[in-house]
Nanobody, 125 residues
């Protein structure tokens, strides 16, 4: 079974930065798509960023140029560096793994992702 554990959320002022981390097994990171998603009450879940087995990232338009997804296979940990945060970035952020693919990672609503962490809250004021 795959277990994902997020950390690093918190409260920050607009323009500030946070780094989220997600711990899982090395096998999960090395061969599969990993993604970060977010959700606020009353809104659909939104894909923020994804990274494939080779380290190629993709981003939602709303975070391009501000967020960076990366992974460290040795630790193994998935990261989301969030800079220039805006109040609209306020949400619960989830780490997820898509064990059905290692390339052409999906964003969208995350229906392709099989495993999810418990979430970490990010609040920007």
């Amino acid at each position: 079974d795959v277990q994902l554990v997020e950390s690093g959320g918190g409260s920050v002022q607009a323009g500030g930065s946070l780094r989220l981390s997600c711990a899982a097994s090395a096998y999960t990171y090395r061969y599969h798509c990993m993604g970060w998603f977010r959700q606020t009450p009353g809104r659909e879940r939104e894909g923020v960023a994804a990274i494939d087995r080779d380290g190629t990232p993709r981003y939602a338009d709303s975070v391009k140029g501000r967020f960076t997804i990366s992974k460290d296979n040795a630790k193994p940990t998935l990261y989301l560096q969030m800079n220039s945060l805006k109040p609209d970035d306020t949400a619960m952020y989830y780490c997820a793994a898509d064990l059905s693919r290692g390339t052409y990672c999906r964003l969208g609503y995350g229906s392709e992702y099989n495993y999810w962490g418990q979430g970490t809250q990010v609040t920007v004021s």
